[in-house]
Every structure is written in C-alpha cells, then in structure tokens.
C-alpha cells in the first residue's frame, strides 16, 4: 500500500517520535500504540519513540505511557492513532509537533494530519499498524506482536464481532506465531473483579427491554459509589446486554461526576452511529458512543434506538 510507504518515509525522516491514542483507552488504543513504539524502537532504535496519555488503572498491566516534555515536540513527529476526532485525542501537544499523522479504523468524519491513512475495513487501528509492517517489510518484535494481538482481541470482542474479517484472522494467526504468553494474555484480558461481577449482575436485574429488542441500563453516580467501580471499569460490562438473545441493540447510559451521562451504544446488526453523532458522539455502525446532558436526552436517545428496530 502507497499510504504504508508515504508513513515510513515520514518515520524516516524524523528523529523523535511521539505517539497519541484516544482519552479513555481500550486495548486497541494501547496496543496500536504500544506497538507501533515497539515495532519502531526494533528498526530504528536511533530514534527517540514515546507514548503519551493517561495511565488507565485498569490497563496498567498492559501499557504504561512515557515520560514527555513540552520540548520534545519541538521538530518532532506526532503519530495520532485509532482515534476519529481531535476532540478525543489525549494530550493537546501533539498540536506542536512539526508532523502529524493519523492512522485509525473509524469513519474519517473530521479529516485531521498532514498524512492521513484510514480504513474503516481494518477490525482495529491495531489490525492496521500489523498491517503496516508487512506493507514495509518491517519484522515485529515478539512485544509488538503481542501489544497488536491485544488490541485486535479487543476491538473484536475476541472475534466474535462482525468486524472480524479474513484478513483480521490471517493477521491474527500471524501474531500468534511470536514468541509471548498467548495464554496469559487471553486469561487477564477475560477476567473481571468481583465487582464488576456484581455489577454486571445489577445490569442484567435492571435492564430495560422494549418489545422489539432496544435495551437500555442506566448506571448513575449513586449504583457507581455502591459497586466501587470507575466509568472506565464500566467498560467491562458494555457487551452484557448483547448476550441475551431478545436484545438487539442497546444503551449503558453512565452518569459522569459532572452530572451528564456517557453513553455507550452497541446493535448486533441495525447502524446505531447516526444516533450517536446526533448526540455527540459517534463511532462504528454496530459499536459508538454519545453524550447525553439531561435526563430528557436519555430519553430522547432511547426512544431513538427504539425507533431503530419499529421502522424496520
């Protein structure tokens, strides 16, 4: 692929190195990260490579990010990946780098970079970044191969998504070959605290399910203080509905600190990301996110996803 080709040279041509993800990273967001840094430190370990961004308490034990400073942007180039908008992008001084660069799988709805490579045929921006080495010949490290694994895993809901093509269990089955734990890595990433057991067991005593299959839970601070648990920990139960064979497409309405609520929504076959840019968001036709600013917005974005499934 040119755009493989048009990135490397970009990589070349730059001595330092800094690489973004989203805010609030999955392990896709980590390993496309972490393992585009790795594959990069194996061929050109001359180069000053970092990855910036919060340290996610749930993650840490997959990535942890660099140290940074305001001056290593300074002539430097700034890899963004696996995320849509710079209203996501964490750590706003990607802005001072000379070059910036945008690799990532969602809809390319706001067009930022001076390179921009997107494909929305790619199961995860870490399907992409393997993608990438073997556009460019560039061998992974036995890290890099098990960062991408990671994130594709993720991203596919350990394949099981629909997203999960050919090509994904091609690259997947490549990754496998390298030398790390596959094992251990599957074990941490499928297990849950006894916590987010509860908790997953609260959304299943209190979802709503309409009579066409649109399902909603709400999780306000007040459930989030019971259970102990942090909006990113919620992330581990978003997929709970999707288990139930009269769901077909569903909302987990999380109340932020600030009194407005994130919304994750997921459909097993109806594109519900029309609804979530109506409400700023967006994302994947079957996989997106939304923000909602009052509890008549819940109900507006409900009546919606309902609406769905009524019209069909």
Same mark, same amino acid.
């Given at each position: 692929m040119e755009i493989c080709?048009?990135?490397?040279? @970009?990589?070349?041509?730059?001595?330092?190195?800094?690489?973004?993800?989203?805010?609030?990273?999955?392990?896709? *967001?980590?390993?496309?990260?972490?393992?585009?840094?790795?594959?990069?430190? #194996?061929?050109?370990?001359? @180069? !000053?490579?970092?990855?910036v961004g919060?340290?996610?308490? !749930?993650?840490?034990?997959? *990535?942890?990010? $660099?140290?940074?400073?305001? !001056?290593?942007?300074?002539?430097?180039?700034?890899?963004?990946?696996? !995320?849509?908008?710079?209203?996501?992008? $964490?750590?706003?001084?990607?802005?001072? *780098?000379?070059?910036?660069?945008?690799?990532?799988? #969602?809809?390319?709805?706001?067009?930022?970079?001076?390179?921009?490579?997107? $494909?929305?045929?790619?199961?995860?921006?870490?399907?992409?970044i393997a993608l990438f080495a073997e556009a460019t010949n560039l061998e992974l490290s036995d890290y890099a191969a098990k960062m991408l694994c990671a994130g594709i895993i993720g991203d596919t809901g350990r394949f099981l998504y629909p997203s999960t093509s050919a090509r994904t269990l091609r690259i997947a089955s490549q990754l496998r070959e390298h030398n790390f734990d596959y094992a251990e890595l599957t074990r941490k990433m499928d297990t849950?605290?006894?916590?987010?057991? @509860?908790?997953?067991?609260y959304v299943y005593d209190h979802l709503e399910v309409d009579e066409n299959g649109a399902a909603?839970?709400?999780l306000t601070q007040e459930i989030?203080?019971?259970y102990d648990v942090t909006d990113a920990e919620t992330a581990a139960i978003v997929g709970a509905p999707g288990r139930i064979d009269t769901v077909?497409?569903?909302?987990?309405?999380?109340?932020?600190? $600030?009194? #407005?609520?994130?919304?994750?929504?997921?459909?097993?076959?109806?594109?519900?990301?029309?609804?979530?840019?109506?409400?700023d968001g967006g994302g994947h036709p079957l996989a997106s996110g939304a923000n909602s600013?009052?509890?008549?917005?819940?109900?507006?974005?409900?009546?919606?996803?309902k609406n769905l499934l009524k019209n069909r």
């Open positions: 080709h048009q990135i490397l040279e @970009k990589i070349k041509a730059y001595n330092t190195i800094i690489i973004h993800r989203h805010m609030k990273p999955d392990p896709d *967001a980590l390993g496309s990260q972490l393992g585009l840094k790795a594959l990069l430190e #194996h061929h050109f370990p001359e @180069k !000053t490579i970092k990855v919060f340290n996610e308490p !749930t993650l840490t034990w997959l *990535a942890k990010m $660099d140290q940074v400073e305001d !001056t290593d942007y300074q002539g430097a180039l700034a890899i963004i990946c696996d !995320t849509a908008n710079t209203a996501r992008i $964490d750590d706003k001084r990607y802005l001072n *780098a000379e070059t910036i660069i945008k690799i990532d799988h #969602h809809p390319n709805d706001e067009v930022y970079g001076d390179l921009v490579w997107v $494909d929305t045929n790619s199961s995860s921006a870490s399907e992409m849950m605290s006894f916590k987010i057991a @509860k908790l997953q067991g909603r839970v709400i989030l203080r019971k077909s497409l569903w909302g987990i309405f999380v109340e932020q600190a $600030d009194g #407005h609520y994130r919304v994750r929504l997921r459909s097993k076959f109806v594109p519900i990301n029309e609804v979530a840019k109506e409400h600013y009052s509890l008549e917005e819940n109900e507006l974005i409900y009546q919606k996803l």
